[in-house]
């Protein structure tokens, strides 16, 4: 006996698969091939480069744009005393993602800075990001704007250091009359404490006459007594 149960996508549907992409396998093997013939390509010109003693580069497209200054710094320092996990076996020689510096563009991995401003330096990492190894010669008036550029942002930068100077003397002096306060309000009720004490001796003494030793009253006494000085440091001559 045949199901009853209808398809998830309706009624006369159970095998209608129109939904799905269709796929043109004719264009993607073209795309394959194009690509395959470009590696091949390239393969063979860095043997030739290599049997001839040269260095390979990717020919120019004439997309590229000239050389630009970095704008991007890098702060190795904030690196140091770190601790970054990698994945086993990566990074095998310079290729790939590993412990270091990694250029994304390259696919290159570097283990000190000074291989890696060599290398972003390099015709071969320039070519990677699209620009040529020549630099735009600058105008009269390119070097005016920088020059103004660059004044008006030593201006900025002075004006911002006086004004965090200000205010981090503003915050010291508060804090330094916080703890001013602090140590007098310290002393103050030492003195309190103190006076308290001397009173509260006073009422013994009145009460139980003077023959009543205070707890540290003659302790300084008591410590000449133990040195053998029984009489003080005064002369004895008349």
Known sequence: MASKKG????????????FRRDWDLEEYAA??????????????????AKQEGKKYYKPLTGDE?????????TD???QVGKTSLVAGGAAVGKRGRGPGIYCEACDLNFKDNLQWVEHINSKQHLAAIGQTDEVRKATAQDVHDR????????????LAATTSLHE????????????????????????????QEL??????????GEDVRIEGEHDEDDMMAMMGFSGGFGSSKK
Request: proline fraction near 0%.
């Open 168 to 195: 981090r003397l503003a915050i010291q002096a508060v804090e330094d009359e916080k703890e001013r306060e602090a140590k007098r309000l310290k002393r103050h009720e030492a003195a309190e404490k103190k006076r």
């Open 199 to 208: 009173e509260a001796a006073k009422e013994v003494k009145m009460e139980y």
């Open 31 to 48: 795309k394959a091939a194009t690509r395959e013939a470009a590696e091949k390509e390239e393969r063979k010109a860095r043997w030739e």
């Open 76 to 78: 190795f320092s904030a």
């Open 65 to 73: 744009t000239l050389t630009s200054a970095r704008t991007r710094h």
């Open 7 to 18: 398809s998830a996508y309706g009624e006369g549907r159970a095998s209608d698969t129109s």
């Open 147 to 158: 020059i103004e550029q660059l004044w008006l942002k030593k201006q900025e930068e002075k």
